[in-house]
T-cell receptor, first 113, second 115 residues
Framework: AQSVTQLGSHVSVSEGALVLLRCNYS??????LFWYVQYPNQGLQLLLK??????LVKGINGFEAEFKKSETSFHRTKPSAHMSDAAEYFC???????????FGKGTRLSVIA | GAGVSQSPSNKVTEKGKDVELRCDPI?????LYWYRQSLGQGLEFLIY????????KSGLPSDRFSAERTGGSVSTLTIQRTQQEDSAVYLC?????????????FGQGTRLTVV
């Protein structure tokens, strides 16, 4: 069965600094990978997805994520953090074929002025 | 509808009572998912529907939990004899056909508090 590990339940960065949110997965078949964001008191919103096309996926607001099969990773980065990036971020994996998304435990990003 | 709608948004119940949580998916979406979000535990998969059938019930934590979906639309998650450990945010999501190419849209959840 597939699984996701997000290293760091809480990441704190200064405004303008690099943001790195880590995600490692386990899957018995080529995976489909996703990043979701959750703002306080709101539902989850899809930010990025990898479905076997380009390994570098670009999302909104300058975030991007890179699929590395050799490292079983799908880390998410942004060169310069903004205050509005503060939220909780979830990485998820699916094995396709109508299997449900399996989520990591989430990483809460704080941005310090 | 415009999005996935869940009701109630908040529910406080006494230990031992039964509760029903409702999810209205986006019109035309055949796949529907229930997740539970507890503090520090991330999102825990509960059950998945394709149409009215549930090919994957593996995440239901106990036999106190059950779910049904009627008419390929509305779904109800029922928790019988609630316990304090059932307190969490219950999230529902739907997608067009459940394949990896279709996005899952989430509702804002039902916050359940068992006292």
């Amino acid at each position: 069965a597939q699984s996701v590990t997000q290293l760091g339940s809480h990441v704190s960065v200064s405004e303008g600094a690099l943001v790195l949110l880590r995600c490692n997965y386990s899957s018995s078949v080529p995976p489909y990978l996703f990043w979701y964001v959750q703002y306080p008191n709101q539902g989850l919103q899809l930010l990025l997805k990898y479905t076997s096309a380009a390994t570098l996926v670009k999302g909104i607001n300058g975030f991007e994520a890179e699929f590395k099969k050799s490292e079983t990773s799908f880390h998410r980065t942004k060169p310069s953090a903004h205050m509005s990036d503060a939220a909780e971020y979830f990485c998820a994996v699916s094995e396709g074929g109508n299997t449900p998304l399996v989520f990591g435990k989430g990483t809460r990003l704080s941005v310090i002025a | 509808g415009a999005g996935v709608s869940q009701s109630p948004s908040n529910k406080v119940t006494e230990k031992g009572k039964d509760v029903e949580l409702r999810c209205d998916p986006i019109s035309g979406h055949t796949a529907l998912y229930w997740y539970r979000q507890s503090l520090g535990q991330g999102l825990e998969f509960l059950i998945y529907f394709q149409g009215n059938s549930a090919p994957d019930k593996s995440g239901l934590p106990s036999d106190r939990f059950s779910a049904e979906r009627t008419g390929g639309s509305v779904s109800t998650l029922t928790i019988q004899r609630t316990q304090q450990e059932d307190s969490a945010v219950y999230l529902c999501a739907s997608s067009l056909d459940g394949t990896e190419d279709t996005e899952a849209f989430f509702g804002q959840g039902t916050r359940l508090t068992v006292v």
